[in-house]
């Protein structure tokens, strides 16, 4: 689902700790996008909503991911543009017609290891105006349950990449 930016709501993002915050050095590379099976662009500025029930931070102490620095986030809103929402009853309906419009290679969830990734074309969602993509708390779970990790590979929480930094803002 395709939802508008809205600075109404908040994400929170956490760096390792000793690491010092400069918005001027956020990377974006969207160039190597078809790195194997991955379902995301190689960097990113990645978040998490405040209010995630299993977001980065959950994740990150789940996994023993323990050097972030918990005690300094970064809070951050999108100032405008679209967000690529997936949710889990979408993706298991085949029913998400703004998912599929961005998927560069067929789309087919038979529950074999062969088709169970997809690439989304991230150009073509800047040209549409979606800033951002975020995988909704509803996937969370169900990808593993199911076998489908491939199709949210290294997606391991409710979160949120944003694919134009123009369009953030820190607060």
Same mark, same amino acid.
């Given at each position: *689902?395709?939802? #508008?930016?809205? #600075?109404?709501? !908040? /994400? =929170? ?6 690491d ?5 050095k $956020?990377? $974006?590379?969207?160039? %190597? ?16 909503? =405040? ?10 102490? @789940?996994?023993?991911?323990r050097?972030?620095? /918990?005690? %300094?986030? +970064?809070?951050?809103?999108?100032? @405008?543009?679209?967000i690529?929402? $997936? ?6 309906? !085949? ?7 961005? $998927?560069?290679?067929?789309y ?5 290891l ?10 073509? *969602?800047? !040209?549409?105006? +979606? ?6 708390d509803?996937c ?8 489908? #990790? *491939? ?6 929480c409710?979160?949120? =990449?944003?694919?134009?930094? @123009? ?5």
């Amino acid at each position: *689902m395709i939802v #508008e930016a809205n #600075e109404d709501i !908040k /994400y =929170v993002t956490y760096f390792q700790k000793g690491d010092m915050f400069d918005p001027d050095k $956020i990377v $974006i590379d969207l160039n %190597n996008k078809h790195n194997g099976c991955l379902f995301k662009p190689d960097r990113g500025f990645w978040g998490s909503p =405040v209010d995630a029930r299993f977001g980065w931070k959950e994740w990150t102490e @789940s996994e023993y991911f323990r050097d972030y620095d /918990y005690d %300094n986030p +970064i809070y951050w809103t999108l100032t @405008s543009g679209k967000i690529l929402q $997936i949710d889990w009853d979408e993706v298991k309906n !085949k029913t998400s017609s703004d998912l599929i419009k961005y $998927i560069t290679k067929p789309y087919h969830i038979d529950y074999t290891l062969n088709d169970l990734y997809i690439v989304l074309d991230w150009d073509k *969602m800047l !040209k549409d105006d +979606i800033v951002a993509v975020q995988l909704m708390d509803g996937c969370i779970g169900h990808c593993f349950k199911y076998d489908l #990790e *491939m199709h949210f590979n290294a997606w391991d929480c409710e979160s949120i =990449v944003v694919l134009d930094k @123009s369009r953030l803002k820190f607060i």
